[in-house]
């Protein structure tokens, strides 16, 4: 089976842009701070663009506001796949429902123990959407109504588990491409943490909102919402565990903004602080985010690779033992942005490699993650006769052919 091209793939929209703007590829490349020939290899497809910093510098030379006109896609869905995935429409009606609709209220015990059980099988479980997209619509409609007919601290318990629920359809939106769900979720998940009135709530709820901008393309307002809320948590100066691991959240949030800003020096400052809390934390799962050495690890690797730097991102990354993470989506997650380090250096047997692994911890994630299909879909473009079967075949499986 031959692979299928897009009518319009990212390289082609970057050579468009360029001619509408009527720059020269040697302007181009002189603007961005990269040789002609690297440019050129953007515009023909021979390489792909490397990171979302990239990205957005080639955004600016090019004068295109919207990020997504120039990849052709929005983040975790590629251009051949189906307009929207079969999850979304219910969970859409769920989050824009008038009102909730329950046959019987939950109590907060009950439905404190029901998202827990949501957010479990969506990390830990390989089939994790076909797990938890049946059971999102339900919780959110009990969520709201437990929110609605309670008051006092009854009330403020019901907003907790609302801003941890609302935590997850944020990630679960993103991941299936319901980009406007995505936004919708965070703004929920900071509300109700500001009604629950409590400030690592606040700070896990800034976290979903800081990921939401970030996965968007705006950078800077990531940058300002973990920034402020940094200076929230650190208006109290204690060692509970949870604050701190809510600060390291933040800062390694921070550390890939400041990759993509490419500032070096405060990425590099950030992630010496994260490393400092998660030698204090150990390894933690607060307000369902995953905070220790394993993740500050991971995020280093994959802020060097934002830098452009794909060699020492990889030598990083092979010294992470990422089995210590129980997040199938940050092993995964890991793995191929290991694969991505190693197809910018052209070892493409072990970038192949990397990518098998990806897709052995989640074949679910493989068919939905941008970077992978990316990644295989530049790995086609220089297949070789020993690469061509095991390659096909990982294509195929992620949907790519």
């Given at each position: 089976m031959e692979p299928?091209?897009?009518?319009?793939?990212?390289?082609?929209?970057?050579?468009?842009?360029?001619?509408?703007?009527?720059?020269?590829?040697?302007?181009?490349?002189?603007l961005k701070g990269v040789s002609v020939g690297a440019w050129r290899k953007w515009e023909s497809g021979e390489r792909s663009v490397n990171s979302?910093?990239?990205?957005?510098?080639?955004?600016?030379?090019?004068?295109?506001?919207?990020?997504?006109?120039?990849?052709?896609?929005?983040?975790?869905?590629?251009?051949?796949?189906?307009?929207?995935?079969?999850?979304?429409?219910?969970l859409r009606a769920a989050m824009t429902a008038y009102a909730p609709d329950v046959d019987q209220l939950s109590s907060v015990a009950e439905l404190r123990s029901a998202v827990r059980l949501a957010w479990t099988t969506w990390y830990q479980s390989r089939q994790r959407y076909t797990y938890t997209s049946p059971v999102l619509p339900g919780l959110i409609h009990a969520s709201r109504a437990a929110v609605a007919s309670l008051d006092g601290n009854e009330r403020r318990h019901a907003q907790q588990v609302a801003a941890d629920l609302y935590l997850l359809v944020r990630a679960f939106a993103k991941k299936v491409g319901a980009q406007d769900l995505a936004?919708?979720?965070?703004?929920?998940?900071?509300?109700?943490?500001?009604?629950?009135?409590?400030?690592?709530?606040?700070?896990?709820?800034a976290w979903n909102m800081g990921q939401v901008l970030s996965n968007?393309?705006?950078?800077?307002?990531?940058?300002?919402?973990?920034?402020?809320?940094?200076?929230?948590?650190?208006?109290?100066?204690?060692?509970?565990?949870?604050?701190?691991?809510?600060l390291g959240g933040l800062h390694l949030l921070l550390s890939i903004q400041y990759a993509r800003l490419r500032d070096e020096r405060r990425t590099l400052d950030v992630l010496d602080r994260a490393d400092e809390l998660a030698a204090?934390?150990?390894?933690?799962?607060?307000?369902?985010?995953?905070?220790g050495p394993t993740n500050t690890a991971i995020h280093r690797a994959a802020a060097t690779l934002e830098l452009s730097r794909p060699g020492e991102a990889a030598r990083i990354a092979e010294r992470v033992?990422?089995?210590?993470?129980?997040?199938?989506?940050?092993?995964?997650?890991?793995?191929?942005?290991?694969?991505?380090?190693?197809?910018?250096?052209?070892d493409?047997?072990?970038?192949?490699?990397?990518?098998?692994?990806?897709?052995?911890?989640?074949?679910?994630?493989?068919?939905?993650?941008?970077?992978?299909?990316?990644?295989?879909?530049?790995?086609?473009?220089?297949?070789?006769?020993?690469?061509?079967?095991?390659?096909?075949?990982?294509?195929?499986?992620?949907?790519?052919?």
């Open positions: 299928t091209h897009d009518p319009m793939p990212p390289a082609g929209r970057i050579k468009l842009y360029r001619r509408r703007r009527g720059l020269t590829q040697e302007v181009c490349a002189q979302l910093a990239d990205w957005i510098d080639i955004a600016r030379i090019l004068n295109v506001r919207d990020l997504y006109k120039l990849t052709g896609h929005p983040l975790g869905v590629m251009p051949d796949d189906p307009a929207e995935h079969e999850s979304v429409p219910p936004v919708i979720a965070a703004d929920r998940a900071l509300t109700a943490a500001y009604e629950a009135d409590d400030p690592a709530y606040r700070a896990s709820a968007r393309g705006h950078t800077e307002d990531s940058v300002d919402m973990c920034r402020q809320a940094i200076a929230d948590l650190q208006r109290t100066a204690d060692d509970d565990p949870v604050r701190l691991a809510a204090r934390t150990g390894e933690t799962e607060h307000h369902f985010i995953f905070f033992d990422v089995g210590r993470s129980p997040s199938i989506e940050r092993r995964h997650s890991h793995f191929t942005h290991l694969a991505r380090a190693y197809a910018s250096k052209r493409d047997y072990a970038a192949i490699h990397m990518l098998q692994r990806a897709h052995r911890e989640s074949p679910e994630e493989s068919s939905l993650n941008l970077l992978m299909r990316a990644t295989v879909r530049e790995l086609l473009t220089r297949e070789t006769a020993t690469s061509r079967n095991e390659l096909r075949s990982l294509a195929e499986l992620v949907g790519v052919v």
